[in-house]
């Protein structure tokens, strides 16, 4: 599989050719390169818009698809470009890359197949194989919210995941009581919706019975390698390696540790990787500090918008502000 003989690369959305993320251009043809030099036998599936000019890239199929226009985070550019180009590859395998990302090693091959166990209770079991996939976000930040970068799997089980109805933004972020849906949450939550009841609209709906399903789900259907473990990068929005941004991704995305912990739960498998200093102070203390000063944040804007309304206060704030522009 090293050389991706049984592996189709299926890179999805716009083709890029100005600069983007950090200063990149063409970055499309260069993520068909980095296939090309990683995965020499894989086959490379282009699938982007009609009326695309896709000259100079290198690819073996070239999908072209109507574009559905934009919506909310372009979720639905995603699912008909990736849909399409799932269902034009031959290969066995599939790794779906975004259309601004390119690989740099092939650490993801690591995880396929080796996690097969399951636990008794069928219940959140959906796929027939888990998906290898780079990032999702644990509980600790939120749930029922999945990275849509990178995934890597066999190609039944990703057009499982895929084929999913298009999203009506109407039924969406339309009232201060419904949960904030975007890319991320509308895909794990329609792809969960085809197996299990979820109820997952009001703010309400974040229960605990909920946090225990949504990592039910990514624990029994997915393997979690964490952000900087999977082998992709993104031109577009190009990962900090720098410590400050390692430990915000410890913050809002599952680490392999954390994943191969819950799988052990729910399997009777053994043996967790050890903590690294670094992901430790990441999850530990850099991550609840931040939440803590979310809230607090949280809890001054409501104090502000409550008193707005009264006269006093907007007298106070004029004052403060004509004093702080005397000095």
């Not at 599936?45 to 073996?60: K, P, R």
């Not at 419904?178 to 794990?188: G, K, M, S």
Request: proline share 3%; aromatic share 14%; charged share 25%.
């Amino acid at each position: 599989m090293n050389s991706g003989e049984n592996i189709s690369v299926v890179i999805s959305g716009p083709v890029f050719r100005d600069e983007i993320g950090d200063h990149t251009k063409d970055a499309t043809a260069l993520g068909c390169l980095s296939v090309r030099k990683l995965l020499p036998k894989a086959e490379i599936v282009l699938s982007t818009w009609e009326n695309t000019d896709v000259s100079g890239i290198d690819f073996d199929r070239l999908v072209l698809s109507k574009d559905p226009g934009p919506n909310i985070n372009n979720v639905n550019r995603q699912i008909c470009s990736r849909q399409a180009g799932i269902r034009a590859a031959s290969r066995e395998y599939v790794l779906a890359l975004r259309s601004e990302s390119h690989i740099i090693n092939l650490n993801f091959l690591d995880y396929i197949d080796k996690y097969q166990k399951h636990s008794q209770d069928s219940t959140y079991t959906f796929l027939k194989n888990r998906i290898v996939i780079a990032a999702t976000t644990p509980p600790r930040c939120t749930i029922f919210h999945i990275g849509d970068f990178y995934f890597f799997g066999h190609k039944s089980d990703l057009l499982d995941f895929w084929d999913i109805p298009l999203c009506d933004d109407s039924k969406y972020n339309q009232r201060e009581e419904q949960i904030e849906y975007n890319a991320h949450r509308y895909l794990i939550t329609s792809f969960t919706k085809k197996y299990y009841p979820l109820v997952f609209e009001n703010k309400t709906d974040i229960t605990r019975e909920n946090r225990e399903a949504y990592e039910r789900i990514m624990t029994e259907n997915f393997v979690i390698t964490g952000l900087h473990d999977f082998g992709a990068r993104s031109y577009k929005y190009p990962i900090e390696d720098s410590f400050q941004g390692r430990l915000w991704h410890y913050h809002v995305s599952y680490t392999f540790r954390e994943w191969k912990k819950l799988y052990n739960r729910l399997t009777g498998e053994k043996g967790v990787p050890k903590y690294s200093l670094e992901e430790f102070f990441g999850i530990h203390i850099y991550s609840p500090l931040y939440v803590f000063r979310a809230k607090v944040s949280a809890v001054r804007y409501r104090i502000c918008k409550y008193f707005s309304k009264y006269r006093w206060y907007q007298l106070l704030k004029r004052l403060k502000s004509r004093l702080l522009n005397h000095k």
